[in-house]
């Protein structure tokens, strides 16, 4: 029997690790209500934000809209979106910050042009491709920076920045609220150069291998759970405002920004 995974992966700092165990603790009460039984009590915090694939063990978790138009297409089962409350986000709906230092010379896209940039991962929406949408009506169709950086996520991303290692880096909006909860010290030198275009927030997912029955389930229960007064606390620690339901249509308009930018003559963020 496949062991089952449940995970909250994309903003996931030690610091909120309790609040999300409440809210998973929430999630199987309900879900416990319709009679599923035999749900992991823990959460696995060690689950990487884009992992190597949305396999059959993945019960509940979160994933970036990019990556499930492209690498985990058919994989996975959407099951709701959050509305956070963020700057930056509108509805469901977020963006990403470029950042770069407070005290650099840098006061418009354009003067990042020959620069170096550092991408948490090259199948990122947030670090990549709407970056790449937003430079592409500057770039000309030819290279707009020195070099491009992986640094494997947000965190490090913005550590390179701030060290001087590179002069910009595109962070999800809702991260930098995180950081500016959590660690503020590690995001004070900071500020926001521009904001890239808006994509759907980042969904909940299940494997497209769970049981139908159990993916109703879920789906009513996050529902339930953001709509009752008892849980806004542990809501709010999250920065969510309301969770609904997920709209298929929504997350394969994220290509239109990898599109767009490849009609523009800059189909890589270079």
Not at 5 to 19: I, K
Request: a neutral charge; charged letters at 20%; glycine letters at 6%.
């Amino acid at each position: 029997m496949t062991q089952l995974d449940v995970s909250f992966p994309m903003y996931n700092l030690p610091e909120m690790a309790s609040a999300y165990q409440v809210l998973w603790d929430a999630l199987v009460d309900e879900m416990e209500k319709e009679g599923v039984t035999g749900l992991p009590p823990a959460l696995n915090f060690r689950r990487p934000p884009v992992p190597d694939a949305i396999g059959p063990e993945v019960f509940f978790s979160q994933t970036c809209g990019y990556p499930l138009q492209t690498i985990f297409r058919g994989q996975y089962e959407l099951l709701g979106v959050p509305t956070y409350d963020a700057p930056g986000c509108v509805g469901a709906t977020h963006c990403a910050f470029v950042l770069v230092r407070e005290d650099s010379h840098f006061r418009k896209l354009e003067d990042l042009r020959g620069g170096v940039f550092a991408v948490n991962s090259w199948h990122s929406n947030s670090g990549m491709n709407l970056p790449r949408a937003l430079l592409a009506r500057y770039a000309g169709g030819k290279p707009f920076f020195r070099s491009v950086i992986e640094t494997g996520g947000h965190p490090p991303s913005m550590e390179r920045v701030v060290a001087g290692e590179a002069d910009a880096a595109s962070i999800d909006c809702v991260t930098f609220a995180f950081f500016q909860d959590y660690r503020p010290s590690a995001v004070a030198s900071l500020r926001i150069l521009a904001e890239t275009p808006p994509s759907p927030a980042i969904p909940f997912v299940t494997s497209r291998k769970t049981a139908p029955n159990h993916v109703a389930t879920l789906r009513r229960s996050l529902v339930r759970v953001a709509s009752d007064p008892l849980r806004r606390e542990t809501l709010a620690k999250l920065r969510i405002r309301n969770i609904g339901p997920a709209d298929p249509a929504a997350y394969p308009r994220i290509l239109d920004y990898e599109r767009d930018a490849a009609r523009l003559g800059y189909p890589e963020l270079v």
